[in-house]
């Protein structure tokens, strides 16, 4: 529970940001829809209005926090300075399953809500992953990746792959180690591509 | 609108199948959220007990709805008998893009339904794609696919990427060929299958 003396301490954004905070560790344990204004509100110690102030009510605090999830995926995957193309592409994989491991919950809940006909969810999801697909076409000369639509195509499908491996492999890590995971992610990406 | 003469004419299970027919129909503009009783109400010119007696209501048509499609796709995709299992399997994937092409309306309405978060809704999706998968392991000694976790994995992992393949086609057509997209699907598999 928050005093009033520690709530005027915080700045709007500040304010903002921590009701975010709280909505993305809500999301580890719960799915999107299972986050109601009741839930933030006994959670935080914030009044109902504070919700609609800065988010306009439910749903703007579902995509504000849908946006706040796909923002630091984005960027807990970004590639690494200093480093050789293919490598720096294979750390920002590498970060992106252990991402989806360890946030398991909160990005089915993602995807489920992309997928589930919402428009604005689906254009978060959308942006994101095509903002992820455009970082392999900046290392394309080391890569032999050339910028064709028909290897965007092929870049959009490998995508969908990778997220489905991950997710099973969530639900079955005996299927193999994470490494072989890696490697299966990582190498398929140059077959496909030498396909079209 | 049908006459109370032409509606005693039909059997139970004929009724039933002519509302799940229109489904169908009603699928190919509309999501399986835009169908609702009314609207069936309208279209078949039934009234909403009719539906409340063959479905036990809207949830219960539109899974209904969605084992009707399923079974469906799955019969439309049965490799054709009497010949190669490479053949017959590239027969049952050219099937698929084409029922995607198709019926892509119906088809995106199933898979946002099957990933929105409704269980009877995605258990009906993830049997179906199983069943398919399934065929692939009764042909495999032909198809050099072990029956190991990692080779179902990858089966997974290639099936989301084949289903994003058709679909972010059916967007962009002038990507590549259909003839050049069933030989990316086709070729994929037996390439992801030797990384593990």
Redesign the interface.
């Known amino acids: 529970m928050t005093t009033d003396t520690g709530r005027t301490r915080l700045t709007p954004d500040e304010r903002r940001a921590q009701l975010l905070e709280l909505g993305v560790r809500l999301f580890s344990s719960r799915?999107i829809?299972e986050i109601s204004i009741d839930v933030v509100v006994e959670e935080a110690g914030v009044s109902r209005g504070l919700i609609y102030h800065y988010f306009d009510g439910l749903q703007g605090y579902r995509e504000a926090l849908m946006r706040y999830a796909a923002d630091e995926l984005f960027r807990q995957t970004a590639p690494p300075p200093g480093r050789e193309p293919v490598e720096r592409l294979a750390a920002s994989l590498a970060a992106y399953v252990d991402y989806v491991v360890a946030n398991e919950t909160g990005y089915r809940s993602l995807?489920?809500?992309a997928?589930?006909?919402n428009e604005a969810m689906r254009a978060i999801y959308d942006e994101t992953f095509e903002a992820m697909g455009e970082r392999f076409f900046e290392e394309a000369p080391a890569l032999e990746m050339p910028d064709t639509?028909?290897v965007?195509?092929?870049l959009?499908?490998?995508?969908?792959?990778?997220?489905?491996?991950v997710l099973?492999?969530c639900e079955?890590k005996?299927?193999?180690t994470r490494a072989?995971l890696l490697?299966?992610i990582t190498?398929?990406l140059p077959?496909?591509v030498g396909?079209?």
Do not use: C, I, K
């Open positions: 799915t829809e995807v489920a809500a997928a589930g006909g639509p028909a965007r195509l092929v959009r499908g490998w995508q969908a792959m990778a997220e489905q491996l099973a492999w079955d005996g299927a193999m072989e490697r299966l190498d398929s077959l496909l396909l079209v």
